[in-house]
């Protein structure tokens, strides 16, 4: 099993349709082993997006989260980074509209910036990601049989 944070950005919160499907997608297809709704501080966000810092979308980015709250998931399921990412479609709402037009950015998405959600892109991402929005999480090892 594999784990994997997902996030759904301020205007998805604002949209309770889309909210609601959402939530209902992740529900079906994944455990989800904690969840809860976070505003996002300059701290979180600037420790968030470290690996962005210098890039031409940092500041649109880091201020449009810091926008209004956000909702967090830690999935879990086989695959779940990768089936998590499929979900999601394409990270550009262009591309995702005309390539996979049911994924989730091409249903709910605005802009590249605007696009519905995030998702971990590795395992190790993805705990250093949970670690952030979710400190008190403590990542469960596969217990080791003695023989």
């Not at 967090?72 to 995702?96: D, Y």
Request: aromatic share 10%; with cysteine; hydrophobic share 35%.
């Amino acid at each position: 099993m594999e784990i994997t944070l997902a996030l759904l950005k301020p205007h998805v919160l604002r949209n309770s349709y889309a909210l609601q499907q959402i939530k209902t997608l992740i529900g079906n297809n994944f455990t989800i082993l904690e969840s809860k709704e976070v505003c996002i501080t300059k701290e979180l966000s600037e420790r968030f997006y470290a690996e962005h810092k210098g890039k031409f979308f940092y500041h649109r980015l880091s201020t449009f989260m810091r926008s209004g709250p956000c909702y967090a998931f830690i999935l879990e399921s086989e695959s779940c980074i990768a089936k998590w990412r499929h979900l999601m479609g394409p990270t550009k709402v262009f591309k995702a509209v005309y390539s996979e037009p049911n994924c989730i950015r091409a249903l709910y998405g605005l802009s590249d910036t605007r696009n519905a959600c995030h998702g971990s892109d590795s395992e190790s991402s993805a705990l250093r990601e949970i670690a952030i929005l979710f400190p008190e999480f403590k990542i469960r090892k596969p217990d080791k049989h003695i023989q």
